[in-house]
């Protein structure tokens, strides 16, 4: 039953996944080593205790003991039972910054496309394997985003009108600093924003629901390195970024607003999102 493939997965030189899949080795390396493929720059992937957990026949108990252990050392061998599962489940690969330009460079030879360089990492794996077994490669993302790659590779960007017209366009970021108490600066953040719009809309709206939610969705999210859908797709590397943006999209943040947000949602305007937001 279900469709016939076979799912493989594919990383970067952070490669905690494939060291998973192929040895039952779940274990931190010493540090996030930067790649040409950046949003996979991460040392704790989020879905592998929802993996773990279906693997194991929904046994909780399980799971709860060995990311318990995980959480504590850092390191994990999975039972061999559960490994096995795992390995006959997933298949995997991992590609170095060289694998990587070497894929944008024959994708570009043999078919005339740019590859992004996480969209290379698939092509990798597959270049290095027998071509009797149809492939198909989930590409994430436009070449377009990640010009210092291409030119790394020898090839020239090619640049979307759409793409190109983001540039004349002002940019609002707020850097996050390690160490930094990012709630707090979250919270005065939207509590400004919401204040200067109270007063440009003359509306008389209190904030003490958004007081009284104490962002409860967003501590957990902060302290796991997890983000409600829409902040980004960092995820746990941000706990090794030196600045990661605050925020990138909007329609996710009602994980943020809460209590309040279900209160202004009616009266909210497309012109606020740029006052707070970066698309």
């Given amino acids: 039953m279900g469709l016939p493939i076979r799912l493989v997965t594919v990383v970067n030189s952070n490669d905690i996944i494939h060291r998973t899949v192929q040895h039952g080795d779940f ?30 026949g929904s046994d909780s108990r399980l799971i709860k003991t060995l990311m318990e252990q995980f959480n504590i050392s850092k390191r994990l061998k999975l039972p061999e039972d559960l490994h096995r599962k795992l390995s006959k489940t997933l298949g995997s690969c991992s590609a170095s910054d060289q694998d990587i330009v070497g894929a944008m460079q024959r994708c570009w030879e043999e078919n005339q496309y740019l590859l992004c360089p996480h969209s290379a990492v698939a092509a990798h794996y597959h270049y290095s394997q027998p071509h009797s077994i149809p492939r198909c490669c989930l590409a994430p993302a436009s070449a377009a985003k990640f010009q210092d790659a291409l030119l790394r590779a020898g090839l020239a960007p090619q640049i979307p009108p759409e793409i190109s017209a983001l540039t004349a366009m002002e940019t609002r970021s707020t850097p996050l600093e390690r160490g930094q108490d990012w ?10 924003v919401a204040q200067q719009w109270e007063a440009q809309a003359g509306k008389a709206t209190s904030l003490g629901k958004l007081k009284e939610c104490d962002f409860q969705d967003l501590s957990p999210a902060i302290k796991l390195g997890r983000y409600p859908q829409g902040i980004g797709n960092t995820r746990r590397s941000l706990g090794h970024s030196e600045t990661p943006s605050l925020v990138r999209g909007a329609w996710g943040w009602e994980h943020l607003w809460g209590c309040w947000w279900q209160q202004q949602q009616k009266w909210l305007r497309r012109d606020f999102f740029p006052q707070l937001f970066v698309f």
């Fill in 183 to 192: 709630t707090q600066v979250l919270r005065g953040r939207i509590e400004a």
């Fill in 27 to 56: 274990s931190l390396a010493e540090s996030v080593k930067a790649t040409l493929a950046s949003a996979m720059d991460i040392q704790e992937p989020y879905n592998v205790e929802r993996i773990l957990w279906l693997l194991s």
